[in-house]
């Protein structure tokens, strides 16, 4: 299976801004609207912050975000809490493997 | 509330076999493609399989077609995932997940999945 890629690792005070990318191809983020991002503390199940590119469910902080341009999506946080600091993983539907996440984030909030 | 709870894991010799179950609650089950998702330890995210509403499409990763099996029973609000010849690298935490605009939500809290001798 073909895995997006995800920077390993992001950092960022509190108060402050960040942006995780995530990198595709035209067979998956490219090609379809059909990217989600989830959260996941250590330990604990993930849990979708954002899908179908930018739509928050239900309950999301809308200091999450998400966005794409090209083959690249991104999930940006704004006014970064200590209880942001998890795992982020990057989804897109593909025509190749049906569904493939990113290699995932380590988001530190320093 | 939506829930989902797997149960069904454990230990199991390297060509052996394990069934995992999710009971689905606070939704109409009859109404979600579902999903299997894994995650090695100290891994990443896989997504595994998933089973249409009616249960006529299901679709799998490239390693484990023709080893694992998604099933469902809508009369019981459950669906299932039956592994076959087991491989020491499907060893991982396994969540079930209801399929939800191309993602998935909820999840339930996973089942731990060891293959080892």
């Known amino acids: 299976q073909s895995a997006l890629t995800q920077p390993a690792s992001v950092s960022g005070s509190p108060g402050q801004s960040i942006t995780i990318s995530c990198s595709g191809t035209?067979?998956?983020?490219?090609?379809?609207?059909?990217v989600s991002w989830y959260q996941q503390h250590p330990g604990k199940a993930p849990k979708l912050m954002i899908s179908?590119?930018?739509n928050r469910p239900s309950g999301v902080s809308n200091r999450f975000s998400g966005s794409k341009s090209g083959n690249t999506a991104s999930l940006t946080i704004s006014g970064l809490q200590a209880e942001d600091e998890a795992d982020y993983y990057c989804?897109?539907?593909?025509?190749?493997?049906?569904?493939?996440f990113g290699t995932g984030t380590k988001v530190t909030v320093l | 509330e939506v829930q989902l709870v797997e149960s069904g894991g454990g230990l199991v010799q390297p060509g052996g076999s394990l069934r995992l179950s999710c009971a689905a609650s606070?939704?109409?089950?009859?109404?979600?493609?579902m999903s299997w998702v894994r995650q090695a330890p100290g891994k990443g995210l896989e997504w595994v399989a998933d089973?249409?509403?009616?249960?006529?499409?299901?679709n799998y990763m490239d390693s484990v077609k023709g080893r694992f099996t998604i099933s469902r029973d809508n009369a019981k609000n459950s669906f299932y995932l039956q592994m076959d010849s087991l491989r020491a690298e499907d060893t991982a935490i396994y969540y079930c997940?209801?399929?939800?605009?191309?993602?998935?939500?909820?999840w339930g809290q996973g089942t731990r999945v060891t293959v080892s001798s």
């Open positions: 035209d067979s998956d983020v490219g090609g379809y609207n059909y």
């Open positions: 997940a209801r399929n939800f605009l191309w993602g998935w939500l909820p």
């Open positions: 089973i249409k509403q009616d249960g006529s499409m299901k």
């Open positions: 606070g939704f109409t089950f009859s109404n979600h493609w």
């Open positions: 179908e590119v930018s």
């Open positions: 989804s897109s539907y593909s025509s190749s493997v049906t569904y493939a």
